[in-house]
Structures are given as structure tokens and as C-alpha cells.
């Protein structure tokens, strides 16, 4: 696909991209490891697992832990994030707009549960515009950084990957799509992000780099953002 024709599929990572969850996650996270004895803060957590799913981000945590989490600490943490999210949940600013107004095919593929996906996106008004072409890394071997979930979401949609163009706001992200044969357009508007986020997503292979997803829809046109 070349640089200036829009996609046949535009596949949007959750978290980060389409609803404003990477803080609550990160906070409840860091909050829950830390009463257990295992210091972290929500920057860190934001810093090392954003993008990769729970069960690889808790395997992460017992390799350098060097123990096992306590039993049940999984449920537990999902009982918080349910909490944290039903109270504070927000859809990342102008993405229903974006998605109303989007006038191609897309999906989710998102490194969390498929309950988790679509909670997420019905408490955030978002689910009508994507249900039900919805992809999480537990229907695949491998989760971000590998390819294996964007290739099933493309697969799963009938499109090629040269024809799809990925969304997404982190690291692990960007390389999982530019490892299925995707472009991929790095966002940096969520409330995650770093001053230096833009640049970091560029480096790691994203073709293009937007903080407002109002933009999106030129963009994937070939056309520069509007103005302010």
C-alpha cells in the first residue's frame, strides 16, 4: 500500500488509543505490587509493561521478583481494575467522533481479555462503533511484540496486511505491526504519554506520529492534520 492511498482496514489497539485507561491501570497496578512488596510506581509500570498483556506483564514482575506473585493476585487485580475503571473511565478525547465519521472498515486488536475489551468500550460509549470485530491476544500463541495478533485480526477480516494500517500507543505495538507487514501511525495523545513519546514511537517503526485523533481520518487520506 502505498504511502498516500487509504487502507482497506484500520486495526486500533484499546488502551491508550481508544479509551484513556493506561493511568488507572498503571496506578492500580503499581499500587497492588507495592502492598505486596514489590516497589513500583505508575510511571514505572507505564514505562515497562504498557502495551503487552497481564499474564506476560505479571511473568515479567516474577522473573525480576525472583518468587511467585500470592495466589489469586490476578482475580484481585482485575477486581480492582473492574472498580477503578467503572468510576473513572474515559474514552480518549474526539475518538467516538473519529470512529463515527472514520467511513472505512476497522477493528480492536488489543493485548487485553475479550471481557475486558468490551467493558471497556461500553463503559466508554465506543463499543457500537467496533463490535463485533474485536481481537485479544488470548486467541493467538503470541502477544505483542509478535505479529501473531494483528495477522489474526487482518485474517479475521479478510484484508491483507499490506492493506491494513495499525493505531497504537506503545513500543511493543508499533513493532508488532511493522512485524505483520503493517504500517502503523504512532498516537501520543493519551493521558500516558511523555514528552518524548513521539519520538520514541518513530524509532520503534511507526510511519507517522499524531496526538489528536480528530486527525486521524485526513491522515489516513494522505491529507496533514487541520490546524488548531
Known sequence: MSAGRAPLLVIFDCDGVLVDSEPIASRVLAEALSEIGFPLTAQQAIDRYTGISLGAVLALVEAEWRRPLPAGFAARLGERDEAAFAAELQPVSGAAAMLAGLGLPCCVASSGTIGKIRGNLSLTGLLQYLEPHLFSATMVARGKPAPDLFLHAAAMMAVPPADCVVIEDSIAGVQAARAAGMRV??????????????????????TRVFDRLRDLPGLLGGQAPAGD
Do not use: E, K, T
Not at 185 to 204: E, K, N, W
Open 185 to 206: 501511525f504512532g498516537f501520543h495523545g493519551g493521558g500516558h504519554a511523555r514528552p518524548d513519546s513521539a519520538v520514541a514511537l518513530q524509532a520503534a517503526g511507526a
